[in-house]
Nanobody
Framework: QVQLVESGGGLVQAGGSLRLSCAAS????????IGWFRQAPGKEREFVAA????????DYADSVKGRFTISRDNAKNTAYLQMNSLKPEDTAVYYC?????????????????WGPGTQVTVSS
């Protein structure tokens, strides 16, 4: 079982940047996909970005493409989400999640383990 803990959330003005971290423990992620999701108040949890740990293949939601970058640090067993040019509509609780295997899925139901989340608030 993989345990995940997110950090790096906070309050930022529109146009600003934040970097979220997702630290994994319990096992190495060599055969996992790790994803970032977000949930705004009153909305369903949605896919943001994902990375295949083995070869760093990435996938992004259209709403964040060109603004967000997902990466991972093998030595630290940690994934990151660099968020630039933030907009008020990016305000949400951000979660990281993992799925064992090589296929990148966008559906929340496909993920095996979740972190508790970190709040990101973008003011206008």
């Amino acid at each position: 079982q993989v345990q995940l803990v997110e950090s790096g959330g906070g309050l930022v003005q529109a146009g600003g940047s934040l970097r979220l971290s997702c630290a994994a423990s319990g096992r190495t992620l060599a055969d996992y996909v790790i994803g970032w999701f977000r949930q705004a108040p009153g909305k369903e949890r949605e896919f943001v970005a994902a990375i295949r740990w083995s070869d760093s293949t990435t996938d992004y939601a259209d709403s964040v493409k060109g603004r967000f970058t997902i990466s991972r640090d093998n030595a630290k067993n940690t994934a990151y989400l660099q968020m630039n040019s933030l907009k008020p509509e990016d305000t949400a609780v951000y979660y990281c999640a993992v799925r064992r295997g090589l296929i990148i899925y966008r559906a929340t139901s496909r993920m095996d383990s979740w972190g508790p989340g970190t709040q990101v608030t973008v003011s206008s």
